[in-house]
């Protein structure tokens, strides 16, 4: 990192209380990097797990230089988060900028992410049906948190089953905030040249309009949520009796509606998981008619197909 970079960085976090961490320090703690420290490989880079010398257990996300982020990502991250406190998102406790590293340190979560849980055939039979309502619950209030009650009005875009962590009792917090964007208060929804998300959790209003919202991720939520009562992935589901997606298998998912009006917001969604207020009927869900049914035949497969959990950061303008 060249030696503008870093000031850039550090005068943007001047006013974030969030502790620095020298490169020193993270390397002992990681025994170096070891690849027995290694818990994961995400888009941002490689994590890794640590010890401080004080016995503090953290997580080390590391950004790997061949990473799709890059310096924007990571200083957004760092702002946004440090900004936000609640029980349900994962708490930053520090960062680090030294020559080419550019690290960030989070909480430990010893149960990794949901993705580890929800799609692995042996590991799921441990999330029974209240396990699972507690994770949707959690997440919910987690957005309820960003999307409304906190100083920030933030939208993450990128909720998805691998951006939720467990901790040791299996209690879930969002994580990921490199993609998220802070709204003034007066804002509802904006538009942007370069769509971000990962693909079969993006909502339709942003593939063809570039338009985001709080409403956006509510969409994506929707999504989640049937994986976690399914235990299926929206991308690449098939079933043999017809060709629709996961959100068409399903076809009473409220969440996931076509137009962002039908969605509920946030503080209706939390009410509805407390049993609170009547469920109106939900309409077509969006992106879950067959290819040949579609006007625009290149929307459904960017939306279901995999394409090997990549985050879609650097597309300009419509797909």
């Known amino acids: 990192m060249s030696n503008k970079d870093y000031k850039g960085i550090n005068r943007h976090m001047g006013s974030v209380e969030v ?44 950004l790997s230089k061949s990473s799709r982020q890059g310096l924007y990502e990571f200083e957004n991250e760092v702002i946004c988060i440090a900004k936000l406190q609640h029980r349900n998102l994962v708490k930053l406790l520090g960062y680090c900028i030294q020559d080419d590293e550019k690290m960030l340190i989070y909480e430990y ?5 949901l993705d580890c849980f929800l799609f692995d055939e042996s590991r799921k039979l441990k999330l029974d049906w209240q396990q699972r309502f507690h994770i949707i619950y959690g997440i919910a209030r987690g957005l309820l ?21 467990l901790d040791h009792l299996m209690c879930q917090k969002i994580s990921d905030f490199g993609l998220a964007r802070m709204f ?13 998300g990962t693909l079969g959790y993006i909502s339709p209003e942003y593939v063809v309009n570039s338009l985001y919202s709080v409403k956006s991720d509510i969409f994506s ?20 009796d017809h060709d629709d997606n996961l959100l068409g298998h399903y076809k009473l998912a409220y969440c996931v509606q076509q137009r962002v009006e039908d969605r509920p917001d946030t503080q ?33 497969p960017l939306l279901s197909s995999s394409v090997n959990g990549m985050t879609l950061s650097q597309v300009d303008g419509r797909w």
């Open 19 to 62: 502790p620095l961490f020298s490169l020193a320090e993270i390397s002992k703690a990681t025994n170096d990097f070891s690849i027995n420290n290694k818990l994961g490989q995400g888009g941002f880079g490689p994590v890794y797990k640590g010890v401080l010398k004080e016995g503090k257990e953290i997580a080390v996300k590391r």
């Open 109 to 113: 979560m010893p149960n990794k992410s």
């Open 145 to 165: 948190y960003l999307h409304q009650d906190s100083r920030l009005k933030v939208v993450h875009r990128d909720l998805k089953a691998g951006n939720i962590l």
């Open 184 to 196: 003034k208060e007066d804002e509802s929804e904006t538009n942007t040249k370069r769509i971000v």
């Open 221 to 240: 939520f929707g999504v989640l949520v049937l994986e976690i009562v399914s235990g299926k992935k929206n991308r690449g589901f098939v079933d043999e």
């Open 268 to 300: 209706t969604v939390v009410a509805m998981l407390r049993g609170e207020g009547s469920l109106p009927s939900p309409k077509k869900p969006a992106f879950f008619i067959q290819d040949s049914e579609i006007n625009s035949s290149s929307v459904l």
